[in-house]
């Protein structure tokens, strides 16, 4: 419940106090601002409050934006401020101040807004009306102009992401806004539709393992419908303002568990058919993985750098003028829609092999495309980076206990993190494939070493964001390699299994670290070993077990894996002391 404290003698024919329940407010009414302050002491510390101006006209969405958005601590329209219960104290203190100058006189809201010694969130309200008329033409003339606007329309507007994919533009959300808008009125929240998303997605991930053709073309459909619903949920979210800690939690991971839970039904469907293609599922799984953690790294080490320009930044701000490069540019990198459509086609019309043949080709060129752009950005730019952008890439690496001791006892770095990193994955790979039984487990040794040392300075170096993605590659590589190598049935599936739980924690860690949360906690990193320390165990495992052993000591490692990330990130996910994340980035 929350409540709101009009402020002001009742204006004829005003609507306000109805506009206010109709958004679940209790209203209380106040003559003055001694009454006003003592209307707020009266409510109980556990909900929110809004003190509303009795003079204000304006679209209930606007009252809707300016006080019901459960991100912002305070928040403010003309003629309306909110406080969540952990800035009532602000709210507060600013309206004992106007009460202790004005006393029994009215109170202005906006002044009490201005001294409000806290940050206040004004959202945009675009052609939205929210105005205190002082005299009645002032009050004819606001009510005249939100008759003009339809704030139904602007609020399904808003409800889609300013910036999204060509696929999502054009072919979901024109419909999938209306969507949104029925589910609100039902009283569905976003997190039922998400939840609907993941079940959806593992139905046709169901009917992908059934081998047929009839359940391959049952799966691309249900695999578009899973990413319609999918965009509903966001939708909704911004529709109704129902944003949520666990929500964000879910929409962060419901996807990549779509897609790569999908990829197994693939798999399992050619292995119906007689054809192994789960060296190609894990292959596009790692493939996206390391995507990602490079569009992470990458902001994560730049959006607060300082002097941060270059000449091929420029280059991409003039292209995004032109129109019909911007469409382009978003698709070539393959988004969650385009994506999503490219595979939910492949798999209806063809096979499982072609569809990952055609996913990594694409996969691959994307990611070349906008790494590429990336790193001539970070050579070109004089970007500095904060010890904040340093501590999150280190978060980012995952190293753990004997990576740790090695940055501990090796006081003198080697050389550029970035450099010294490359060389370490480069020994390993070259390990991995020398066809010497024991050379992986060298190999692994000196990885762990170089990783040690890659952390032994602050990743500050102009290339030094890649040095996360470079271990992603080389501990899920390995896994792939050495489960590939052991020629054993059910091997790979296995390593799929181990990666997809390693992801996870990999997803989680990121974001936590948007959420300015920080890293997940310590014990959790040295009780699943750190990437460095996984690496080493897998190319031991290979090297002192049978092929059969091998199998099932992956699957031993992927269930202890899976079971400690996901019960801690649980628990830390529906804890209060979350952070409400909603991403508004780039499509993923």
């Known amino acids: 419940m929350s409540t709101a404290i009009v402020t002001g003698p009742p204006v004829p024919g005003s609507s306000l106090e109805s506009d206010l329940r109709a958004l679940g407010f209790e209203v209380r009414t106040a003559s003055d601002t001694t009454e006003a302050e003592a209307l707020l002491t009266a409510v109980p510390a556990d909900r929110r409050v809004a003190v509303v101006d009795a003079r204000f006209v304006g679209h209930v969405h606007a009252l809707r934006l300016g006080l019901t958005d459960p991100r912002f601590p305070l928040a403010a329209i003309p003629g309306a401020v909110t406080a969540q219960p952990a800035a009532r104290p602000a709210l507060a203190r600013a309206l004992a101040r106007e009460a202790a100058a004005g006393g029994a006189t009215a109170l202005a809201v906006d002044g009490l807004v201005t001294a409000l010694d806290a940050d206040v969130h004004h959202p945009e309200l675009g052609s939205l009306v929210a105005a205190v008329p002082t005299d009645p033409q002032a ?36 419909y999938s806004r209306y969507i949104a808008r029925w589910c609100a009125r039902r009283g569905l929240t976003p997190n039922q539709v998400t939840t609907a998303s993941l079940l959806t997605a593992l139905i046709a991930a169901a009917c992908a393992a059934t081998g047929t053709r009839a359940g391959f073309v049952a799966a691309g459909a249900l695999l578009v419908f899973s990413f319609v619903l999918d965009c509903t949920d966001g939708q909704l979210a911004r529709y109704s303002l129902q944003y949520s800690t666990l929500g964000a939690w879910l929409d962060a991971t419901f996807d990549r568990a779509k897609e790569y839970a999908y990829y197994a039904g693939l798999a399992l469907g050619a292995a119906r058919g007689g054809d192994d293609v789960w060296a190609l599922a894990l292959g596009a799984m790692i493939l996206q993985t390391c995507r990602h953690v490079v569009d992470f790294s990458f902001n994560e080490a730049n959006h607060d750098a300082t002097a941060n320009t270059s000449p091929t930044a420029a280059l991409s701000g003039r292209l995004d003028s ?28 063809t096979t499982p092999r072609i569809t990952f043949y055609v996913l990594l080709i694409g996969c691959a060129f994307a990611a070349t495309y906008t790494t590429a752009g990336r790193v001539l950005r970070s050579l070109t730019r004089k970007a500095r980076r904060t010890d904040r952008a340093a501590r999150a890439l280190s978060d980012l690496a995952d190293n753990g206990p004997l990576a740790g001791f ?140 049978t092929a059969a052993q091998f199998k099932a000591a992956l699957t031993v490692l992927a269930v202890v894996v899976a079971g400690l990330v996901l019960v801690e990130s649980i628990r830390f996910w529906v804890s209060a002391g979350a952070p409400a994340v909603h991403d508004e980035g780039e499509p993923a």
């Open 406 to 545: 090695v940055s501990r006892t090796l006081h003198a770095p080697l050389g550029s993190p970035f450099l010294v990193a490359l060389a370490g994955v480069a020994i390993l790979t070259v390990s991995l494939f020398s066809g010497v039984t024991w050379a992986p487990v060298a190999g692994a040794v000196v990885y762990a070493l170089a990783a040690g040392q890659a952390l032994a300075r602050p990743l500050k170096g102009a290339l030094d964001w890649l040095v996360p993605p470079l271990f992603r590659a080389a501990e899920y590589g390995t896994v792939l390699v050495l489960a590939s190598k052991s020629g054993v049935n059910g091997a790979l599936p296995a390593a799929f299994g181990l990666v997809a739980a390693v992801a996870y924690h990999h997803y989680d860690t990121v974001y936590r670290i948007r959420g300015d949360a920080g890293a997940p906690p310590a014990w959790l990193v040295r009780a699943v070993g750190g990437q460095e320390g996984r690496t080493l165990l897998v190319t031991v495992l290979a090297a002192v077990l």
């Open 322 to 349: 032109v129109g019909w490069t911007v469409w382009v540019r978003r698709m070539i990198v393959l988004p969650i829609g385009e994506r999503w459509a490219l595979i939910a086609v492949l798999t209806a019309a």
């Open 139 to 174: 009050r004819n003339e606001a009510r005249q102009a939100v008759a003009a606007v339809d704030d139904e329309a602007i609020r399904l507007k808003s409800a889609v992401k300013s910036r999204d994919g060509f696929f999502t533009t054009f072919f979901v959300s024109p």
